[in-house]
């Protein structure tokens, strides 16, 4: 029961009050509409509750997955939610009062620092809703920063960032010009030959969609920088403890949908927006950002910082609308980093990379021939030799996901099937994986 | 500008991660390659290579517990303190609804999976629209939404979709000037301009000044119900009508639902569009700032316009439905914040009707007996009942120039988190105290009673009061310093 | 600075016969602490009452309108590194701006010091 208040105090309070019922108290409110009858399940209690709902979650029992396309299994050490749901974490709310939330302010300016290290840039934000969400505030930031209107953005960018882009981007003076790329990659030519002086940013995905490598990347960067324009550069986490990160390639915005360190797929969320800039950008950044300064007595504390950029000061003049964001998702993957550090970043990195690499030549072997020759780090997409729609159909009779059939996102890939493989995967799994898809085409 | 911390100050509360860190320390260890060898060098051209490893921490297992648990007790939180802040419903976050929602066979849903393989969740998602929908009487439910105001952000663009489909130019948004920030900011994402009503003295909607705006070329009237000061604006009907006669929708944002729950429907008293907070009215937990969720309620005619996908229900089977023409789009990369509605909806399972009914009153009758508690100590305060939060003004009952910000952190002496403060920005030096339903009578009893000692204080001991707060893990902070010379984050690791 | 030369704008912005801008120093007070400043750029053609600057504190923010139409003719670097100065000297070294006035004449119909300081005392809340 939650509600502590028994009758008696009810009534006590009622006479503190000075009123004779409770009803009293609601005489503003239309009589004729009050207490409707709202037709809710009757209530539970916690042990039928439990009972319902791990019914529920067993309907959708999976052995295993090789779906990636924007949200990764990885393992989440234990140490992660045992730390993070400490109710001294959960159930606090926005640092406004600095000094009773110490904890969360220095677990976000250390989840900054790592994100900034992460990503090779000079200052990073308290986290946005997702990555998709981050790409759609960064084209936004890139429109008023330069006050161009378009944003180009390659089609191997996610196909579902991109329709959030076009979403927050639809009234604001901004638009949006898709990049074709047939090759799995962005070129230069394509690049050289829609930039113009209207460009506010080329936002480039790296790994892309399809989990290649954008191999032109500096050059690509070069360019854009060249015509005015920013560089908008979305990865991914475990990737850059292998590839090359944004600051590398002098991008003046990174992004990423931070999922894979601390997060589990939930169904799509709740996600992590990973978002940093260039120190210049600093006061066009949306969303909350943490400093270090100190108390009247000397000590070292940490606050919210640089406000005035946001909603509850500028209102309609603010770089963004966003207040609640990911908080306790940031924690959780600031666990997940200092657990990993900078060793076991690299070495996670690596995992995924050597068992996707076997994988996508154990299925070569099997007849499911790569589509793209760029390299790639986790993800890949192959050729199959059935609808790819049949195959995962017949491996989900096994309880088993093989992969994301790229016929819904591009229709002149409708035999393409995306594979992701990370660290989880053993050597067995792989290969029996490979026995499935193989005994499924026969 | 300085980025970087450049001096150690003396007196640290507790170390930085970067600061324990010493190189060959691991937290996690990982399993062995079990593959034969792929090289990186072979396959990736040096050139997309990572050149300098990121600087990140070396610590052990035992060092990362200790730290983040040591960190975890600077915070006052709910589950340990009174934490009155208004307007965010600072109540109980059950702790089964964590537990359900890391069921493994919850966490490990990948989004993109076949709907054939996703019918427990999309039920759970179908429910909880369907529930919603009752709750406030509207007739469909977007879960998309991350927060409040990302649904401030879909319930205008969808009123925007829905006017220019009757071709209708409609650019202003009518909004109170109690209005939480978000309201206007959500406004000028939409590519919208945000026109300020200014309230009578007591809070409420000044009729006039509506009527005054009220054209065709307002899109969308924004009110908080109850409103930003705990009151219930007796005139709402009357409101609703003269927006619907002028063509625009009645948007109601939803912070404040815990004063309604089970007792009053907004689709009943003419609310067009409203967002709810999950995070606040219905307990998901609150997470120093997130995740929350923010979800969108429409009535029919708006329901064409609402953020793809849509979780629909055919011949028993569960799906997610893309094909929507005149959708907005979508609002998140995926489905929402389904961590955060699983627990929404077992909120809902533990709740029932009754249950939802009995947080309404409890939380009404909570804070009008902290209102009348207080009332000898406010005594310029608003008569007649409050909601579920009462506001104050800090102007005249503090002596000796005692702020309300003082008061604020000298109740953190007290073992209080403040209430919210300087909010609504039309009442002047405000206290905003919403106890919630939760909260015994003898920790109201302690609040109102710390409250009166921090007057006195003020009369007699101002610099008290001034200086709090004086028990805190750190004191009161320079914040202009802060601001000045940003220091955005910590030295980098020596390697 | 001799004040007697300024006059003033209801917005709480001074202009100098020369065209410099400041804020006065009941507006520093108000707006405590200022944090940060941001300035137009230098050529940009405004027009009285425009909005063309900000002063940020900790907790808000206040933009600041040309008190005539003219020209930014100068920016005071010195205030954006140090806005400390906006405090300090809001008449001297705290200075934000220089117009060159399309109308030198337009600075007459703004207030006196004196009638400023009037103006104050009548709307003080």
Redesign the interface.
């Known amino acids: 029961m ?4 028994t009758r008696d ?2 009534e ?3 006479k ?4 004779r019922t ?1 009803d ?7 009589l004729s ?14 042990m039928e ?2 009972r ?3 019914e ?7 052995a295993q ?1 090789y ?1 990636g ?3 990764y ?1 990885h393992f989440i ?1 234990t ?1 992660v ?3 993070a ?11 406004y ?8 302010l ?5 989840f ?3 994100v ?3 990503f ?1 840039m ?3 934000n ?2 946005m ?5 981050a790409a759609a505030e960064a084209c ?1 930031m890139a429109h008023k920063h330069t006050g161009r209107p378009v944003a180009l953005i390659p089609d191997t960018v ?1 196909p ?2 991109r ?2 882009i ?3 981007l ?4 901004a638009r949006i010009r898709i990049l074709p790329c047939p090759d799995g990659v962005l070129t230069v030519e394509t690049l050289k030959k829609h930039l113009t002086a209207e460009t506010a940013a080329l936002l480039i995905q790296n790994p892309n969609f399809f989990g290649c ?1 954008e ?1 032109n ?2 050059e690509l960067s070069k360019l854009a920088h060249g015509a005015g324009a920013l560089v908008i550069a979305s990865s991914a986490p475990v990737a ?6 944004p600051g ?1 390639y002098d991008a003046d915005i990174a992004l990423a ?1 931070g999922q894979p360190l601390g997060l ?8 992590l927006g990973l978002f940093a800039c260039k ?1 210049e950008l ?2 066009k950044m949306p969303s ?14 940490f ?1 919210l ?4 950029r ?9 770089t ?10 940031a ?1 959780a993957s600031t ?1 997940h ?12 990195a ?2 995924n ?3 996707a ?2 994988a996508a ?1 154990l299925l070569k072997k099997r007849g499911f021939a790569p589509v793209f020759d760029h ?1 790639y780090f986790n993800e890949f997409a192959v050729t199959c030799p059935i609808a790819p729609e049949i195959l ?2 017949k491996l ?1 009779a096994k309880r088993t ?1 093989a992969g ?1 059939p790229l016929g819904p996102y591009f229709s002149d890939r409708k035999n393409q099937l995306l594979v992701c493989v990370t ?1 989880i995967k ?2 067995a799994d ?1 290969d029996a994986f490979g026995d499935l898809l193989e005994a499924a085409c026969r | ?1 300085p ?1 970087t ?1 450049t001096s ?7 170390s ?3 600061e324990k ?1 010493i ?1 060959g ?4 260890p ?2 062995a ?6 090289s ?1 060098e072979a ?3 040096e ?13 052990s ?1 035992p060092q ?2 200790r ?3 040591r ?11 009174f ?1 009155p ?1 208004g307007s ?1 419903t ?5 702790k ?1 609804n ?17 709907h ?6 999309l ?2 998602l179908f429910e909880l629209e369907r ?1 919603l929908c ?2 406030c ?1 509207m007739d469909a439910f977007t879960l998309q939404p ?5 649904g ?2 879909t319930g205008i ?1 969808v009123a ?1 979709a829905y006017h220019e489909s009757r071709g209708q130019k409609r650019p202003l948004v009518l909004i109170p000037d109690s209005a ?13 301009t ?1 026109v300020t009503l200014k309230s009578t003295p007591d809070g409420k909607v000044d009729l006039e000044e509506l009527k005054s705006h009220l054209s065709d070329k307002a899109a969308l009237v924004m009110m908080t119900v109850p409103s930003t000061l705990g ?4 005139r709402i ?1 009357e409101i609703a009508s003269l927006v619907h006669q002028a063509g625009a929708l009645l948007y109601m944002d939803g912070a404040n639902m815990n004063a309604l729950v ?4 907004p689709g ?2 003419g609310v067009d569009i409203l967002h709810l ?1 999950l ?1 606040k009215t219905f307990s998901t ?8 969720a923010g979800p969108v309620g429409v009535k029919k005619p708006l329901e064409q316009f609402l ?1 793809v996908p849509r979780v629909a229900l055919e011949n028993g089977v569960y799906r997610r439905q893309f094909d929507r023409a005149k959708t ?13 509605l ?1 627990r929404a909806y ?1 909120y ?12 309404g ?2 939380a ?3 804070a ?2 902290v ?3 207080l009332a000898k100590f406010f005594p310029k305060m608003a008569p ?2 409050c909601m579920h939060e009462v506001v104050v003004s800090g102007k005249g009952p503090f002596g000796n120039g005692v702020r309300t910000l003082d008061v ?2 000298r109740l ?1 002496d007290y073992g209080f ?2 209430p919210t403060i300087y ?1 609504p920005q039309i009442v002047p030096e405000a206290l905003m105290i919403e106890p919630t ?5 003898e920790t109201l009893d302690a609040f109102v009673e710390a409250m009166g000692k921090i007057i006195e204080e003020s009369r007699l001991q101002p610099d008290l009061v001034k ?1 709090a ?1 004086h028990t ?8 202009v ?3 000045r010379e ?5 030295k ?2 020596e390697s | 600075m001799d004040l007697k030369n300024l006059r003033f704008a209801e917005s709480h912005e001074w202009i100098a016969p020369d065209g410099t801008v400041g804020i006065s120093d009941h507006a520093q007070k108000e707006i405590t602490d200022a ?2 400043v ?1 300035l137009p750029k230098a050529g940009r053609v405004v027009a009285g009452k425009e909005s063309c600057a900000v002063v ?6 206040f933009d600041i309108y040309a008190p005539v139409a003219g020209a930014i003719a100068a920016v005071n670097g010195a205030v954006v590194k140090n806005p400390a100065a906006l405090n300090q000297s809001p008449y001297e070294t705290g200075w934000l701006f220089k117009i060159a006035m399309t109308n030198a004449a337009d600075r007459d119909k703004l207030m006196t010091h004196e009638q400023y300081q009037e103006f104050v005392k009548i709307h003080k809340h």
């Not at chain 1, 509409?33 to 209690?45: F, G, V, Y």
């Not at chain 2, 390659?33 to 792929?38: A, I």
């Open positions: 939650f509600i502590p208040h105090q009810r006590e309070m009622l503190t009050i000075g009123v409770f009293d108290l609601l005489a503003g409110l239309p509409l009050l207490r409707p009858n709202l037709d809710l399940p009757a209530s539970m209690s916690e509750l439990v319902h709902m791990e529920l979650a067993s309907r959708d029992h999976l997955s779906l396309a924007g949200a299994e050490p140490s939610w045992a730390l749901l400490r109710g001294e974490f959960s159930t606090a709310y926005t640092p009062q600095a000094e009773a939330s110490q904890g969360t220095q677990s976000i300016f250390e900054q620092t790592l900034c290290e992460l090779g000079d200052v990073a308290a986290s809703y997702d990555g998709a969400s936004l996610h579902q960032t329709q959030v076009e979403t927050y639809v009234h604001s003076g490598l191999s990347i500096h850059l403890g292998m590839i090359s990160p590398e949908e589990p797929l939930g169904y799509g969320g709740p996600y120190t600093v006061r909350r950002i943490v400093g270090q300064t100190v108390d009247r007595d000397g000590r070292r504390a606050v910082t640089l406000q005035a946001e909603q509850h000061i500028r209102r309609e003049k603010a963004s609308n966003i207040c609640t964001n990911q908080a306790l998702c924690l666990i980093m200092a657990l990993l550090g900078k060793e076991g970043l690299r070495e996670l690596n995992l990379f050597q068992k690499h076997y030549s390299p995962v159909e989900a996901l994301l660290e053993t050597k792989i | 500008m980025l911390s150690s100050p003396e007196k640290i509360v507790e930085l991660l970067f860190s190189p320390r691991r937290g996690v990982l399993p390659v079990d593959v034969p060898h792929t990186p396959h990736i051209p050139a997309l290579r990572r050149k300098t490893p990121a600087r990140w921490p070396e610590l297992e990362v517990v730290h983040f648990t960190l975890s007790q600077l915070n006052y939180s709910i589950d340990t303190h934490y802040l965010c600072m109540k109980h976050n059950p089964v964590d537990r359900i929602a890391l069921l493994p066979d919850f966490a490990g849903l990948h989004p993109l999976r076949p054939g393989l996703s019918q427990g969740i039920e759970i529930w009752r709750i009487g991350s927060a409040g105001a990302q401030e952000l663009l925007r939480h920030g978000t309201n206007p900011a959500s406004v000028a994402v939409a590519g919208l945000a009151i219930f604006e007796p009907q089970g007792l009053l429907r009943d008293i907070n995070h937990p609150h997470g120093g700032g997130g995740p929350g953020p907005i789009g979508r609002v998140h990369g995926f489905q929402g914040n389904v961590g955060v699983i077992c809902l399972r533990l709740q029932g009707q009754e249950g939802l009914r009995d947080i009153e409890s009404i009758l909570a009008n007996y209102k009348a508690k007649g009942p604020a952190k953190l988190y403040a909010f339903e939760n909260e015994t009578k200086n707060p805190t893990p750190v004191r009161r902070l320079d914040e310093r802060a601001a940003p220091v955005l984050r910590a980098p690791v | 944090v940060f941001e940020e504190s900790v907790k808000a923010a």
